[in-house]
C-alpha cells in the first residue's frame, strides 16, 4: 500500500504514540486486503463498546490511546452493556457498571460522540451517497450501504476506531464498485411485516452467506430493511444488498447470469421455528436494531387503551436515548407495560445473570441470544408478543 | 534459515516454536488467565505464553482481537505470531497489544520447538540452527516415461529410495547448469532438451529446509549409466511410481510439472 509522505510520518510515530497505532492498523488491515492507498472517510462508528465484550484488556487498550489520540470524523458509537441512567434497575453489578462507564468515558475523551446505539443513522450519523465512511456494529454499517449508498467494509471496533483518528480507511473491498454489485438475485414472497422480513434476511444470509443478494417482490419500508439488513449480517455476514425498486441504484443494477434463489412464507415459518428454542419467556425484549421513533409509535398504539398481563415477564423496549427523548407520549405509554432501555439492548447487557429465556422479534437476536447470552430464546411477531404483554 | 513473508505487526524477537495444523479462535481457544490452549484448538494444553505461535489462519469471533489484549494484561502473550495467511482479527489483535506478526509463511517449514527469531517490520522468520540447501531435482522423460534412480548408501541423505537426478548447486551456478550437468554426471544422458522448469519447492528434513529447483527434460534415449551415487534405475510410467518409496517431496514436483 502506497503512504504519503505525511502518512509515513505518522507511522514513524511524529504524531504521538496513538496516532501511530492507529497508523499501524490501517497499514496491517490495508497490506492484509492488498488496498492501494488510503481514501479520506467522512464518518465512523464504533462497535466493541460494552464491558461484557471488550473485559479489562479492551478497557486498558481505550485509556492508552486516549492519552493522546482525537478523532478526525464524526464518530459515533454502539450499544454498551447497560443503560447509563438506569443500570441498577436492570440487575447490574456496581463494578460492571464502573468499568463500562470507564470504557464510555475513554471514548468521549477521544472526541467520539457517545451515543450508544447501532441506529446512528437515524440521530444524526447519517452519510451521504457516495461517501466513504469506515463503519463498525453489521447491521449499521450494511442500512448505510445499502440504503444510504454509502461506502463502508465490515469494519471490526479498532479497525474504525484507528480510521476515525487518521480520517482515512485503506481503498480495498466494498469501497471499490465492482465488489458492490449483486451476485445473486432473491425472489421472495413474504407478508408486509416487520419480522418476516427480519427471518427472511436471516435465511438468506444462512443460505447465500456472503453474498450480494438483489431481492424482488418485497417493499420493506425503512424499519423492515433496517431489521431485515441486521438478520443477514448475523446469519450471513452480508454487507451490501439491494431491492428493487426501494434502494438506491437497484434498477441500474445488471442482472443477467446470476444465480436466482426464490423464498416465501413456508421459509419463514420454518425459520421461526428452528430460532425458537425456549416456551416461557422471563424476558421480553424489542428493538434490535434499535427501535425508531415509528416503531416506537406503532407500539404504543397497540398497547393503546390496554392493561399489563399480570402474568406478564419483564419488558424491554430498547432504542437509543435520542429517540426516547423524541418520543415523551409514548415512553410514558410503554413504561406502563415495561422498561424503555436507553444505550444497550438483550445482547450486549449481561442479560444472563437474570434472565434464562427471551422472546424477540429479531431474527439476529435469537441467532445471538443463546451463545453469547446463554438464553434459551421465542421468536414472535410485535403482535404475538404485546399479547404476552397485555 | 531465513523464510521471507509479509511484516504485519512491527517487532523483533526470539522464542521457541508452538505450531497449530488448523485454523484458531483467540475466543475460546485460549484460556486468557493461564495462556493455556483449550480443546477446540487441538493442542490441549499447551501454553502459548511467550511462544512464537504459529497457525494458518484465524477464524471465529472479531472478539478474538479483544481477547489477544486480555492475554496481555494477564501477561500471557505470545512472543509472535506466525500465519500463512493473516485475517482481520488476529492482525487486529497483535497491532494493538504489540505482538511481533508476520504472514505468508510456508508453516510446513516449521516444527514444534524450533527456536525462531521473528522480524515484523522486515517480515521474516529465521528458523535458528536449520540451513538451507539449494538444490535442483530433474525428472527425465522418454516415451510416457519417467526415469527414476534409487539412492545409493554413499550419498549423504535419503538412502535407499526413489528420486529424479539430484544435485547441490554449487556457488556462482545457475540452477539450470546444475541440472545439465548432474544429469550428464548421473545417467550419462548427453542430449536431453528442457521441457520446464517447476516452481521452487521447499522441504524441511530434521535440520535440513530442501530448496528445489525442479526441471523437467526430454530424453532421446533410455539408455542410462549410473554412476556410484545410485544403485539402480528404471522407466516407469508415472501412475507407476506410487508402488515405490520416493524421496519426500517428489510426488508433488512431479505435479508442480505437469506430470
Known amino acids: ?390 | 534459515m531465513m523464510l521471507h513473508g509479509r511484516g504485519i505487526s512491527k517487532g523483533l524477537v526470539e522464542g521457541e516454536l508452538l505450531l497449530l495444523q488448523q485454523p484458531f479462535s483467540f475466543l475460546g481457544g485460549v484460556d486468557p488467565k493461564s495462556g493455556l490452549l483449550s480443546g477446540s484448538s487441538g493442542a490441549e494444553g499447551q501454553d502459548i505464553t511467550d511462544k512464537a505461535f504459529a497457525f494458518p489462519w484465524g477464524k471465529g469471533s472479531t472478539v478474538g482481537s479483544y481477547t489477544i489484549l486480555q492475554l496481555r494484561k494477564e501477561k500471557r502473550l505470545p512472543a509472535a505470531i506466525i500465519n500463512h495467511r493473516a485475517e482481520t482479527i488476529v492482525a487486529t489483535g497483535a497491532v494493538m497489544a504489540d505482538v511481533p506478526m508476520v504472514d505468508r509463511i510456508d508453516l510446513s517449514l516449521l516444527r514444534n520447538g524450533d527456536r525462531v527469531l521473528v522480524d515484523g517490520e522486515k517480515g521474516t522468520v529465521d528458523v535458528l540452527g536449520v540451513e538451507g540447501q539449494s538444490v535442483v531435482t530433474s525428472v527425465l522423460m522418454n516415451r510416457g516415461r519417467v526415469l527414476v534412480l534409487k539412492r545409493s548408501d554413499k550419498v549423504s541423505t535419503c538412502q535407499r529410495m526413489w528420486a529424479g537426478v539430484s544435485g547441490y548447486i554449487e556457488p556462482g551456478e545457475e540452477p539450470r547448469q546444475t541440472a545439465v550437468k548432474e544429469i550428464i554426471e548421473e545417467t550419462a544422458i548427453n542430449d536431453a532438451k528442457l521441457v520446464r522448469e517447476g516452481p521452487l519447492l521447499t522441504i524441511r528434513q530434521k535440520n535440513t529446509i530442501w530448496v528445489i529447483h525442479p526441471f523437467l527434460f526430454d530424453s532421446p534415449t533410455d539408455q542410462v549409466t549410473i554412476d556410484w551415487e545410485h544403485t539402480e534405475y528404471q522407466w516407469v510410467l508415472p501412475s507407476q511410481t506410487d508402488q515405490l518409496v520416493l524421496v519426500p517431496g517428489f510426488k508433488r514436483l512431479l505435479g508442480d510439472l505437469g506430470i
Open chain 1, 1 to 390: 500500500m502506497h503512504l504519503s509522505r505525511d502518512e509515513e510520518r505518522v507511522l514513524a510515530g511524529e504524531q504521538g504514540p496513538g496516532m501511530q497505532r492507529a497508523m499501524e492498523l490501517l497499514v496491517a488491515l490495508g497490506r492484509i486486503y492488498d488496498a492501494d492507498r488510503l481514501i479520506p472517510i467522512t464518518s465512523a462508528h464504533l462497535s466493541g463498546v460494552s464491558f461484557k465484550t471488550i473485559g479489562d484488556g479492551g478497557l486498558d487498550f481505550l485509556e492508552d490511546m486516549s492519552k493522546d489520540a482525537r478523532v478526525k470524523v464524526l464518530t459515533t458509537l454502539n450499544p454498551a452493556g447497560m443503560d447509563r441512567s438506569r443500570w441498577a434497575e436492570m440487575g447490574v453489578e456496581e463494578s460492571f457498571a464502573q468499568k463500562q462507564m470507564a470504557i464510555i468515558n475513554a471514548y468521549e475523551r477521544m472526541g467520539v460522540t457517545a451515543n450508544c446505539t447501532c441506529t446512528p443513522y437515524i440521530t444524526g450519523n447519517s452519510p451521504k451517497p457516495g461517501e466513504a465512511v469506515a463503519w463498525a456494529e453489521s447491521s449499521a454499517l450494511s442500512f448505510v450501504n445499502s440504503i444510504l449508498g454509502a461506502r463502508t467494509n465490515r469494519e471490526g471496533g479498532p479497525g474504525a476506531l484507528a480510521a476515525a483518528i487518521i480520517g482515512k480507511t485503506p481503498n480495498y473491498g466494498l469501497h471499490l464498485q465492482e465488489n458492490r454489485r449483486p451476485t445473486v438475485v432473491v425472489e421472495a414472497e413474504v407478508l408486509d411485516e416487520i419480522t418476516d422480513y427480519s427471518l427472511l434476511g436471516h435465511v438468506v444470509g444462512q443460505k447465500l452467506g456472503a453474498a450480494v443478494p438483489y431481492f424482488k417482490g418485497i417493499r420493506p419500508d425503512s424499519n423492515g430493511l433496517k431489521i431485515m439488513a441486521a438478520a443477514m449480517a448475523a446469519s450471513g455476514s452480508v454487507a451490501v444488498f439491494h431491492v428493487q425498486g426501494v434502494t438506491p441504484n437497484s434498477l441500474d443494477q445488471d442482472l443477467k447470469g446470476l444465480e436466482r434463489v426464490h423464498f416465501d412464507h413456508v421459509d419463514v415459518k420454518k425459520a421461526k421455528e428452528s430460532l425458537t428454542t425456549g416456551k416461557d419467556p422471563d424476558l421480553i425484549a424489542v428493538g434490535c436494531p434499535h427501535l425508531s421513533q415509528m416503531e416506537m409509535k406503532m407500539l404504543a398504539s397497540m398497547l393503546d387503551g390496554k392493561r399489563p398481563r399480570s402474568d406478564s415477564p419483564e419488558v424491554w423496549f430498547c432504542t437509543s436515548r435520542t429517540v426516547r427523548t423524541w418520543c415523551p407520549k409514548e415512553t410514558a405509554a410503554l413504561e406502563r407495560f415495561g422498561k424503555v432501555v436507553c444505550d444497550t439492548c438483550m445482547i450486549v447487557a449481561p442479560i444472563e445473570s437474570r434472565h434464562r429465556c427471551t422472546a424477540t422479534n429479531s431474527a439476529k437476536a435469537c441467532n445471538y441470544l443463546p451463545s453469547l447470552c446463554s438464553q434459551k430464546v421465542v421468536c414472535g411477531s410485535y403482535a404475538e408478543l404485546m399479547e404476552r404483554i397485555a
